[in-house]
Protein backbone atom coordinates (compact mmCIF):
# COMPACT_ATOMS: atom_id res chain seq x y z
CA UNK A 1 0.00 0.00 0.00
CA UNK A 2 0.96 3.44 -0.64
CA UNK A 3 2.07 5.60 2.17
CA UNK A 4 1.91 9.27 2.80
CA UNK A 5 3.11 10.58 5.93
CA UNK A 6 2.97 14.08 7.66
CA UNK A 7 5.20 15.04 10.04
CA UNK A 8 2.49 16.32 12.36
CA UNK A 9 -0.98 15.67 13.00
CA UNK A 10 -1.50 18.90 15.21
CA UNK A 11 1.15 22.25 15.26
CA UNK A 12 0.42 25.81 17.00
CA UNK A 13 2.96 28.17 16.16
CA UNK A 14 2.94 32.24 16.33
CA UNK A 15 2.24 34.72 14.02
CA UNK A 16 6.07 35.73 12.56
CA UNK A 17 6.90 32.14 13.38
CA UNK A 18 8.42 30.40 10.04
CA UNK A 19 7.11 26.99 9.56
CA UNK A 20 8.15 23.79 8.06
CA UNK A 21 5.68 21.07 6.84
CA UNK A 22 7.14 18.16 5.98
CA UNK A 23 5.90 15.31 3.82
CA UNK A 24 6.52 11.61 3.12
CA UNK A 25 5.97 9.30 -0.10
CA UNK A 26 7.00 5.53 -0.10
CA UNK A 27 6.14 4.67 -3.55
CA UNK A 28 8.53 6.26 -5.82
CA UNK A 29 5.83 8.91 -6.99
CA UNK A 30 7.10 11.74 -9.24
CA UNK A 31 4.23 13.99 -8.45
CA UNK A 32 3.75 15.49 -5.21
CA UNK A 33 0.99 18.24 -3.69
CA UNK A 34 -0.13 20.35 -1.16
CA UNK A 35 -3.67 21.75 -0.29
CA UNK A 36 -5.09 23.51 2.07
CA UNK A 37 -8.49 22.57 3.85
CA UNK A 38 -11.13 25.10 4.99
CA UNK A 39 -14.99 24.29 5.84
CA UNK A 40 -16.98 25.00 2.63
CA UNK A 41 -14.43 25.78 0.30
CA UNK A 42 -13.09 21.98 -0.31
CA UNK A 43 -9.62 21.59 -1.19
CA UNK A 44 -7.25 24.10 -2.79
CA UNK A 45 -3.92 23.67 -4.77
CA UNK A 46 -0.95 25.78 -2.87
CA UNK A 47 1.94 24.06 -4.97
CA UNK A 48 3.12 20.99 -6.52
CA UNK A 49 6.05 19.48 -7.88
CA UNK A 50 6.35 17.10 -10.86
CA UNK A 51 10.05 15.88 -10.25
CA UNK A 52 13.01 17.00 -8.07
CA UNK A 53 13.60 20.27 -7.61
CA UNK A 54 10.65 20.87 -9.70
CA UNK A 55 7.87 23.26 -8.47
CA UNK A 56 5.17 24.87 -10.00
CA UNK A 57 2.28 27.46 -8.29
CA UNK A 58 -1.01 26.12 -7.87
CA UNK A 59 -3.98 28.52 -7.11
CA UNK A 60 -3.62 29.94 -3.68
CA UNK A 61 0.94 30.15 -3.56
CA UNK A 62 0.96 33.41 -1.78
CA UNK A 63 2.42 33.08 1.39
CA UNK A 64 3.42 29.90 0.81
CA UNK A 65 6.88 27.94 -0.64
CA UNK A 66 7.65 24.49 -1.29
CA UNK A 67 11.25 22.55 -1.55
CA UNK A 68 11.61 18.84 -3.19
CA UNK A 69 15.46 17.85 -2.68
CA UNK A 70 14.69 14.26 -3.15
CA UNK A 71 11.87 12.92 -4.75
CA UNK A 72 10.56 10.63 -1.69
CA UNK A 73 10.14 14.03 0.39
CA UNK A 74 7.86 17.65 -0.24
CA UNK A 75 8.02 20.19 2.31
CA UNK A 76 5.92 23.21 2.49
CA UNK A 77 7.44 26.57 4.04
CA UNK A 78 5.21 29.17 5.95
CA UNK A 79 8.13 32.10 5.67
CA UNK A 80 6.01 34.45 8.72
CA UNK A 81 2.91 32.31 9.78
CA UNK A 82 -0.06 34.31 9.90
CA UNK A 83 -3.36 34.07 11.42
CA UNK A 84 -5.43 33.72 8.15
CA UNK A 85 -3.28 30.45 7.23
CA UNK A 86 -4.61 28.30 10.02
CA UNK A 87 -6.05 25.70 8.35
CA UNK A 88 -5.69 21.49 7.80
CA UNK A 89 -2.70 20.48 5.16
CA UNK A 90 -2.90 17.84 2.66
CA UNK A 91 0.26 16.19 1.32
CA UNK A 92 -0.67 13.86 -1.88
CA UNK A 93 1.29 12.05 -4.20
CA UNK A 94 0.36 10.62 -7.33
CA UNK A 95 2.15 7.99 -10.05
CA UNK A 96 3.23 9.07 -13.35
CA UNK A 97 4.40 12.21 -15.04
CA UNK A 98 1.96 14.36 -16.09
CA UNK A 99 -0.74 11.93 -16.33
CA UNK A 100 -4.16 13.47 -14.92
CA UNK A 101 -5.97 10.12 -14.71
CA UNK A 102 -3.84 8.79 -12.10
CA UNK A 103 -5.41 9.12 -8.40
CA UNK A 104 -3.88 10.62 -5.69
CA UNK A 105 -2.69 9.35 -2.53
CA UNK A 106 -3.27 11.59 0.73
CA UNK A 107 -1.18 12.00 3.92
CA UNK A 108 -3.21 12.09 7.21
CA UNK A 109 -3.40 15.88 7.24
CA UNK A 110 -1.59 18.33 9.36
CA UNK A 111 -3.98 20.53 11.43
CA UNK A 112 -1.86 24.11 11.78
CA UNK A 113 -3.26 26.75 14.71
CA UNK A 114 -1.65 30.16 13.88
CA UNK A 115 -2.43 32.34 17.53
CA UNK B 1 -11.16 27.05 -16.61
CA UNK B 2 -12.36 24.16 -14.63
CA UNK B 3 -14.88 23.68 -11.87
CA UNK B 4 -17.02 21.81 -9.32
CA UNK B 5 -20.34 22.41 -7.60
CA UNK B 6 -21.68 20.02 -5.20
CA UNK B 7 -24.84 21.98 -4.16
CA UNK B 8 -25.56 20.05 -0.64
CA UNK B 9 -23.44 20.73 1.73
CA UNK B 10 -25.00 17.99 3.99
CA UNK B 11 -27.29 14.90 3.35
CA UNK B 12 -28.76 12.90 5.63
CA UNK B 13 -29.96 9.36 4.80
CA UNK B 14 -31.48 5.97 6.90
CA UNK B 15 -28.99 3.66 7.28
CA UNK B 16 -30.28 0.57 4.51
CA UNK B 17 -31.82 3.33 1.99
CA UNK B 18 -30.17 4.50 -1.00
CA UNK B 19 -28.29 7.46 -1.05
CA UNK B 20 -27.02 10.09 -3.86
CA UNK B 21 -24.21 12.50 -3.61
CA UNK B 22 -24.59 15.37 -6.25
CA UNK B 23 -21.84 16.56 -8.42
CA UNK B 24 -21.93 18.84 -11.29
CA UNK B 25 -18.47 19.81 -13.30
CA UNK B 26 -17.45 22.22 -15.98
CA UNK B 27 -14.42 21.69 -18.30
CA UNK B 28 -13.16 22.45 -21.87
CA UNK B 29 -12.62 18.97 -23.11
CA UNK B 30 -13.24 15.81 -21.73
CA UNK B 31 -13.25 15.22 -17.94
CA UNK B 32 -11.61 13.13 -16.00
CA UNK B 33 -14.01 12.91 -12.23
CA UNK B 34 -12.96 11.62 -9.42
CA UNK B 35 -14.68 10.32 -5.90
CA UNK B 36 -12.80 10.97 -2.57
CA UNK B 37 -14.11 10.50 1.18
CA UNK B 38 -12.49 11.60 4.15
CA UNK B 39 -13.66 9.89 7.57
CA UNK B 40 -12.68 11.85 10.52
CA UNK B 41 -9.28 13.18 11.51
CA UNK B 42 -7.99 11.41 8.52
CA UNK B 43 -6.84 11.91 4.66
CA UNK B 44 -8.48 11.54 1.74
CA UNK B 45 -9.38 8.04 0.08
CA UNK B 46 -9.97 7.32 -3.28
CA UNK B 47 -13.60 6.00 -4.08
CA UNK B 48 -13.23 5.57 -7.90
CA UNK B 49 -13.10 7.42 -11.08
CA UNK B 50 -14.15 8.03 -14.70
CA UNK B 51 -11.78 8.31 -17.22
CA UNK B 52 -13.15 6.55 -20.21
CA UNK B 53 -15.83 3.84 -21.55
CA UNK B 54 -18.95 2.37 -19.51
CA UNK B 55 -20.88 5.57 -18.15
CA UNK B 56 -21.54 3.66 -14.79
CA UNK B 57 -18.45 3.57 -12.64
CA UNK B 58 -18.48 1.17 -9.51
CA UNK B 59 -15.59 1.81 -6.75
CA UNK B 60 -14.74 1.03 -3.07
CA UNK B 61 -17.29 -0.16 -0.48
CA UNK B 62 -20.55 -0.43 -2.74
CA UNK B 63 -20.05 3.21 -4.22
CA UNK B 64 -20.83 3.28 -8.01
CA UNK B 65 -21.12 7.11 -10.12
CA UNK B 66 -23.32 7.82 -13.25
CA UNK B 67 -21.28 9.60 -15.87
CA UNK B 68 -23.85 12.18 -17.66
CA UNK B 69 -21.97 13.78 -19.87
CA UNK B 70 -25.10 15.72 -21.33
CA UNK B 71 -25.92 16.80 -18.01
CA UNK B 72 -22.47 17.43 -16.79
CA UNK B 73 -22.82 15.29 -13.80
CA UNK B 74 -21.41 12.84 -12.19
CA UNK B 75 -23.57 11.94 -9.05
CA UNK B 76 -21.84 9.34 -6.32
CA UNK B 77 -24.76 6.64 -5.24
CA UNK B 78 -24.57 3.16 -3.17
CA UNK B 79 -27.93 1.10 -3.15
CA UNK B 80 -27.97 0.67 0.68
CA UNK B 81 -26.26 3.43 2.90
CA UNK B 82 -24.92 2.32 6.26
CA UNK B 83 -23.72 4.18 9.61
CA UNK B 84 -19.93 3.79 8.39
CA UNK B 85 -20.54 5.42 5.45
CA UNK B 86 -21.38 8.74 7.28
CA UNK B 87 -17.80 10.98 6.02
CA UNK B 88 -16.85 13.94 4.09
CA UNK B 89 -17.31 13.05 0.55
CA UNK B 90 -15.08 15.10 -2.53
CA UNK B 91 -16.14 15.36 -5.88
CA UNK B 92 -12.87 16.75 -8.19
CA UNK B 93 -12.47 17.36 -12.12
CA UNK B 94 -10.18 17.48 -14.22
CA UNK B 95 -9.59 18.38 -18.16
CA UNK B 96 -8.02 15.50 -19.83
CA UNK B 97 -4.54 16.64 -21.82
CA UNK B 98 -4.87 19.80 -19.78
CA UNK B 99 -1.61 20.94 -18.04
CA UNK B 100 -4.02 21.90 -14.95
CA UNK B 101 -4.27 20.13 -11.71
CA UNK B 102 -7.34 18.46 -10.19
CA UNK B 103 -10.12 21.02 -9.28
CA UNK B 104 -12.05 19.82 -5.89
CA UNK B 105 -15.61 20.63 -4.72
CA UNK B 106 -16.35 21.74 -1.48
CA UNK B 107 -17.58 18.44 -0.40
CA UNK B 108 -20.77 17.07 0.98
CA UNK B 109 -21.08 15.81 4.71
CA UNK B 110 -23.25 12.37 4.34
CA UNK B 111 -24.93 11.46 7.50
CA UNK B 112 -25.83 7.78 7.86
CA UNK B 113 -28.87 7.75 10.60
CA UNK B 114 -29.22 3.84 12.21
Known amino acids: ?115 | AQSVAQPEDQVNVAEGNPLTVKCTYSVSGNPYLFWYVQYPNRGLQFLLKYITGDNLVKGSYGFEAEFNKSQTSFHLKKPSALVSDSALYFCAVISSGSARQLTFGSGTQLTVLP
Open chain 1, 1 to 115: DVKVTQSSRYLVKRTGEKVFLECVQDMDHENMFWYRQDPGLGLRLIYFSYDVKMKEKGDIPEGYSVSREKKERFSLILESASTNQTSMYLCASRPGLAEGYNEQFFGPGTRLTVL
